[in-house]
């Protein structure tokens, strides 16, 4: 795969207009062969992989903006999308957190360093985080939807100046289920993060919120001025969450999420991922809930 | 002026054998007479052929029902078993493939399939390869028929989209006329006597097609008014009540290209092949998710889809309709669904 004609210049014969982003150059289904650094139990079903592109002149020059996706394969089992979750500073490997759920996911748990993996990135859009300069951002992460909120937070840390007050809601099931628990004391110490952790119900020890995160965040009372809300979890939570912020009085062009749908071939043609004219895997995965709102309802 | 050929009945065996010459030829053939069923196969010297319309779609010239993207072998370091390579081909195996005698619906398929192939934010080589050696000769319709609706969707009997050589059965033999260099070259380089004499006779019998074929509705509302019915649930309800989830409508229609990518073997002992093969989006499969998740459960939501996609969204995002009219998932349902009648429905009644 030759990386990264930056902006291929998209859309061709489209109708409508596919916003600029890093995308793969050569083959798009021919993954990068990539060796697996490190693996790391999140929890009981969650994992982190770091993956370095064998190819070091394209780990060199890999670019990818936050919020952007990859395909993952483990050859004979599949291939599956994931975001990259580190952020796009990080030149030493990409990061990847997976949640056990099918095959494919079963076949990277199995996986351990020094393991041959695939990997087509950079696919699909990313966070809006020019448009957000100058604004308070407030994160709400639930499980698993914490790993794409972890890159775009993290890059706005690393660009702490141009933002206002950047907030983190992290919210899991239990203090067990809670991904990236050895970043949690960091983030909590980071004066530039104002971070807040809940769990749904209480657990021995547990020094911080408790109470599911529409519940947590009206607590929380965000002020929606000059505030953009980013939100990413499973679909329950999102569905609360959504209402939640919208009685806080966030405006739909303010709130952003990111979203999930079965995919395969990543670059718009497979055909499963639409959300009527829209594909997640090359118009989203980030969507404005104003943009989701002018699609058919069928998440 | 285009070229214009013309050939004898009998002169077509030869005229195929010069079109295999540099490429394979899929012709109509038919299969087991009892069963009357008609498909594209490679076709070779002395092999019947047939110029009726086939009962399947000539899709799989450029979008085969089963094609490997790409090869993978790993090998253990015996040294030191922790210690994996891994070998990856990609080669497209495209060959120059001529398509004989398919109909206006079928040569139209090509360009609703290039679209998002080829014009989309990424081009997919594997098609690309395959569609730029590719040359169609389609065979003029000589009348409509109970289920086709070319007509309906900016085709016809005689519609000239996407083929290269556009050939009419006239009495004695068939006038050939080149729609693009390709298919002047082709009819140039083929020996065959000149055929302007008889293009009248090609002209007349396509104008007599056109006669046979029932008054087209209006659908230029149709994308706005099938979008509105989007959450309309009674009506997906009732329009598709007894689908049975089949799939056969996806599999005999010439615009219908979703796919599925697999792996099988592991690239060890078993040599590894990541697959693509023809979808179904009348699969509750098709977008289930790992977690159990899935936004079309229902047979309505996914045939929802199914129609939406042909008359509302890809129209949205591509300008035309991806239904051609060939008719075959009307003639092809076991339970008789029409999707015209779910589009007139759809246009037709208040929401």
């Known amino acids: ?299 | 002026m285009s070229i214009i050929r013309f050939v004898n009945t009998d002169g077509l065996p030869a005229f195929l054998a010069y079109l295999s010459k540099d490429a394979r030829v899929l012709a109509p053939v038919e299969k087991p007479a009892d069963k009357k069923s008609v498909v594209f196969e490679e076709w070779t010297q002395g092999k019947p052929f047939t110029l009726e319309k086939a009962t399947v779609p000539a899709k799989e010239a450029v979008l085969p029902q089963c094609e490997t993207l790409l090869t993978y072998k790993r090998d253990k370091d015996p040294e030191d078993p922790s210690r994996v390579s891994l070998k990856l081909d990609d080669t497209p195996q495209a060959v120059p493939t001529v398509v004989f005698a398919c109909r206006p619906c079928d040569a139209r398929g090509y360009v609703t399939l290039d679209r998002p192939y080829l014009q989309g934010p990424m081009v997919d080589p594997y098609y690309k390869a395959r569609r730029e050696q590719l040359t169609v000769l389609t065979l003029t319709c000589p009348r409509g028929c109970s289920t086709c609706f070319c007509h309906w969707v900016g085709g016809g009997p005689s519609s000239p989209e996407g083929s290269d050589v556009l050939m009419t059965e006239v009495e004695g033999g068939i006038v050939l006329q080149g729609l693009t260099p390709r298919g002047d070259a082709l009819l140039e380089g083929s020996g065959l006597e000149d055929g302007a004499a008889r293009f009248p006779d090609a002209e007349a019998a396509r104008k007599a097609a056109w006669a046979t074929l029932n008054k087209a509705p209006d659908l230029k509302e149709a994308p706005a008014k099938v979008a509105a019915r989007f959450t309309d649930a009674d009506f997906w309800e009732k329009e598709t009540d007894r689908c049975l989830s089949c799939g056969a409508c996806t599999y005999f229609c010439p615009t219908c290209y979703c796919f599925n990518i697999t792996d099988e073997g592991d690239g060890y002992q078993k040599p590894g092949r990541r697959l693509r093969t023809w979808d179904n989006c009348m699969s509750p499969l098709f977008t289930r998710e790992a977690s159990g998740h899935n936004p079309r459960t229902a047979r309505a939501l996914r045939m929802r889809n199914r129609v939406s996609h042909k008359f509302a969204t890809y129209p949205e995002n591509w300008g035309a309709f991806s239904c051609n009219g060939c008719g075959r998932c009307i003639s092809n349902c076991p339970v008789c669904l029409d999707i015209r009648a779910i589009v007139l429905d759809a246009v037709k009644t208040e929401s």
């Open chain 1, 1 to 299: 795969m030759v990386l990264h004609s930056q902006n291929a210049s998209a859309t061709g014969g489209m109708l409508r207009e596919i916003s600029p982003r890093p995308l793969p150059g050569g083959n798009p289904y021919q993954p990068m062969p990539a060796t697996v650094l490190e693996v790391i139990q999140e929890t009981g079903n969650i994992k982190t992989l770091r993956v370095v592109l064998d190819d070091a002149e394209a780990m060199k020059n890999f670019r990818y903006e936050p919020g952007q996706v990859g395909q993952l394969s483990v050859f004979g089992a599949g291939e599956s999308t994931f975001v990259i979750n580190s952020p796009p500073s990080c030149k030493d490997y990409l990061q990847f957190s997976v949640m056990q759920a099918g095959e494919v996911t079963a076949a990277i748990h199995r996986l351990n360093p020094g393991d041959k993996v695939g990997v087509r990135a950079p696919l699909g859009n990313y966070f809006p985080y020019e448009q957000w300069k100058g604004k308070n951002v407030f994160f709400v992460g639930g499980g698993i939807g914490m790993a794409p909120i972890r890159t775009i937070m993290l890059h706005l840390l690393e660009n702490k100046k141009d933002y206002g007050k950047i907030s983190l809601l992290y919210g899991a099931r239990s203090p067990r289920d809670m991904a990236y628990s050895y970043e949690l004391q960091g983030w909590l110490d980071n004066p530039d993060l104002d971070c807040t952790l809940c769990i749904d119900n209480p657990f021995e020890g547990w020094q911080h919120k408790v109470g599911l995160i529409p519940n947590v965040l009206t607590e929380l009372q965000p002020s929606p001025d000059n505030t953009v809300a980013v939100l990413c979890g499973p679909p329950i939570m999102i569905k609360f969450t959504l209402q939640a912020l919208e009685k806080l009085g966030f405006a739909p062009e303010n709130i952003v999420t990111t979203l999930e749908k079965r995919m395969k071939c990543g670059i718009g043609i497979c055909g499963r991922c639409n959300i009527g004219s829209h594909y997640v895997c090359v118009d989203g995965p980030v969507f404005t809930l104003a943009q989701l709102q002018e699609l058919p309802p069928e998440l």
